[in-house]
Each structure stands twice: as structure tokens, then as C-alpha cells.
């Protein structure tokens, strides 16, 4: 690892969630999911900074009211990849961090992200020719393994993805579906996502490509255009609040 490399932590956020409207300022024991997201992440000694993305002025007062910094963006992007391009491309302009600098998405409704999860992902870049890395966790049982909703990611042996998909992959042929689990080892993708500034820049140019539409997965356009993605093995199980309902299971 280069000795003066950076790590940025950048939080999209939005407030126009079809799902969950308003969702990063819903309360969680006495604080706005953004908040305790944010407050998550800074504890991690691996950031120099913290920064929050989004265009909404109601999200930026909330995240300058616990004293967070806040970036706005356009309201144009398709994913959170883009608006975390925009800030970071904002940061190496100004000269505040290089391109060879590591920017981590953090999903902005998973407000119980851990320490060692961002670590993991952060190590991943003492090999230099790591470009993009992300995370996955061993599927348990049936109910993940065939739920559309859970990613699910093939890995090579050497620990890069070869395919994500919504689909319950590979295909154990021979075998009733129900018996998949016990021949077969699967894992689900958790959704935080590291990548150098400059290759950020460089996929978010990218076009999409027909397996993207076809999953709705956007990393599989970065796999199409022969960008290689790192996978690391957690142990820790992702909580992301997509919905109310959601909410309501964690309380």
C-alpha cells in the first residue's frame, strides 16, 4: 500500500426513495438513520474523512445539525456509484485527495455498518492491482438463496467476482433445488463497495450493458468492460432498511 494513501468514506443519500420516502431521516433511538450511518463510520481510524452526498437540502441541514460533513451533488445520478464520483471527482480537483486515493460507498441505510467490514475492504488495496472490491457473506439457508431481493456473486480462486445475479447461482443439476445448500457453497454480496478515484471515474463513463438492465445490477456493466472486482468473505450480517416494513422488524 502506497504510505500516503487516503481512504474517503462517502455516504450517498437520498430523499426521493420510491420504497421508502425520507428514508435517511427516519429516527432510530433518538437520531436520523444518516446520523447513526455517519457516526458508524466515523469511528473507523481507516477514514481521514467522512462525507456525506446527496441533493437534498433537508438531508445536508440534518448531517450540519450533528456536525457531519455534507457535499451537495446534482440530482441527475442513476446510482450512488455516480453521486460518490461526483464528490470524489470534486476532492482530486481541488487537490485534496489523488486519483490512486480508495473512496468507500457506504450504503446510507445500512446504519449498523461495522468497523471490521469497512477494514476488510480497506486491506483489500495493500495489492496494488486491486481496483474494485466489495464483500459477500456464505448464504444460510433456502429463504436468501432464492430470494430475488439477496444478490447473489460467483468468485474465482482468486477471490474475484465472475457473476453477480438475482438467480440462485450455479445450477446444481441432479439435485432437487431443496438440496442446493448442503453440494454447493453460496454467497450473498453485501453492498458497500471500495474503488481507486480514478477507476471510479473511469466506470462511471462506462455504458450500460444488456446483463445490467437484464439483473438491474450496476457492477455487472463494470465486469462486461473487463474491470476485475475483488471479493472478501464477512462473517457479519448486513442490516439495510430498504423499506418501512424494515423498520419495523428492527425495532
Not at 466489495?134 to 467476482?161: H, M, R, S, Y
Request: net charge neutral; hydrophobic share 40%; aromatic share 8%.
Amino acid at each position: 500500500m502506497t504510505l500516503h494513501m487516503k481512504f474517503i468514506g462517502i455516504i450517498p443519500a437520498r430523499y426521493a426513495s420510491t420504497r421508502f420516502p425520507g428514508k435517511p431521516l427516519t429516527m432510530i433511538k433518538g437520531k436520523t438513520m444518516i446520523n447513526h450511518v455517519y457516526d458508524q463510520a466515523s469511528i473507523c481510524k481507516v477514514f481521514s474523512r467522512v462525507i456525506v452526498a446527496t441533493d437534498d437540502d433537508r438531508i445536508a441541514e440534518n448531517v450540519q445539525g450533528f456536525g457531519g460533513e455534507v457535499m451537495m451533488t446534482s440530482d441527475q445520478h442513476r446510482s450512488g456509484t455516480e453521486r460518490c464520483n461526483e464528490v470524489s471527482g470534486k476532492l482530486i480537483e481541488n487537490g485534496e485527495i489523488e486519483i490512486s486515493d480508495v473512496i468507500i460507498n457506504i450504503q446510507g441505510d445500512e446504519p449498523f455498518i461495522q468497523q471490521q467490514q469497512i477494514n476488510l475492504l480497506a486491506d483489500c488495496f495493500l495489492d496494488e492491482d486491486v481496483k474494485i472490491a466489495t464483500l459477500a457473506k456464505k448464504v444460510k439457508n433456502n429463504d436468501e438463496l432464492f430470494d430475488k431481493n439477496v444478490v447473489k456473486v460467483i468468485i474465482d480462486q482468486l477471490g474475484n467476482a465472475i457473476y453477480f445475479s438475482r438467480s440462485p447461482l450455479p445450477f446444481v443439476r441432479g439435485k432437487n433445488s431443496g438440496e442446493w445448500l448442503s453440494v454447493q457453497t453460496y454467497y450473498k454480496h453485501i453492498g458497500i463497495y471500495a474503488y481507486r478515484g480514478n477507476v471510479l471515474q473511469n466506470i462511471c463513463k462506462l455504458k450500460s450493458s444488456p446483463l445490467e438492465v437484464s439483473e438491474s445490477l450496476e457492477q455487472l456493466r463494470w465486469i462486461a468492460n473487463a474491470f476485475k472486482i475483488k471479493v472478501k468473505i464477512t462473517e457479519i450480517e448486513a442490516i439495510g432498511i430498504d423499506t418501512p416494513e424494515d423498520l419495523l422488524k428492527l425495532k
